[in-house]
């Protein structure tokens, strides 16, 4: 029954918690798939906004990803309130 009500507890703050991780399936598809082949993939949440942008910039080539899975992306390893 303890582990029940912690079980609980769990999923309520995770529900309350969509800033800080968020989410999207499909980017954390292609973040799995994709970011950890030449590195380990970049963690969510550890580089500012201006760092993610300008390594997507250089990743033009290397990772074949459309605007929008970019923008996703920048959104998925640097939230806004970063
Ligand atoms: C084809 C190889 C390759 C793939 C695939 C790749 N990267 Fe990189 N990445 C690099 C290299 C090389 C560097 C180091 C040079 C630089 O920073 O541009 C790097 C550096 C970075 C950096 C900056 C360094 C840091 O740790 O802050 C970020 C952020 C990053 N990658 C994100 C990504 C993301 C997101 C993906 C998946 C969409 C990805 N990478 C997939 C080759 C790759």
């Known amino acids: 029954m303890k582990r029940l009500g912690?079980?609980?507890?769990t999923l309520?703050?995770?529900?309350c918690s969509p800033a800080a991780a968020p989410e999207n399936p499909r980017v954390a598809k292609i973040h799995r798939?994709?970011?950890g082949r030449c590195h380990s993939p970049p963690e969510p949440g550890k580089r500012s906004?201006?760092?993610v942008e300008a390594a997507a910039t250089r990743h033009s080539t290397?990772?074949?990803?459309?605007?929008?899975?970019?923008t996703a992306m920048v959104d998925y390893l640097a939230p806004a309130a970063n």
């Open 6 to 9: 912690l079980l609980l507890l």
């Open 12 to 15: 309520a703050l995770g529900a």
């Open 33 to 35: 798939t994709q970011c």
């Open 49 to 51: 906004r201006a760092e």
């Open 62 to 70: 290397r990772v074949r990803l459309t605007r929008e899975e970019w």
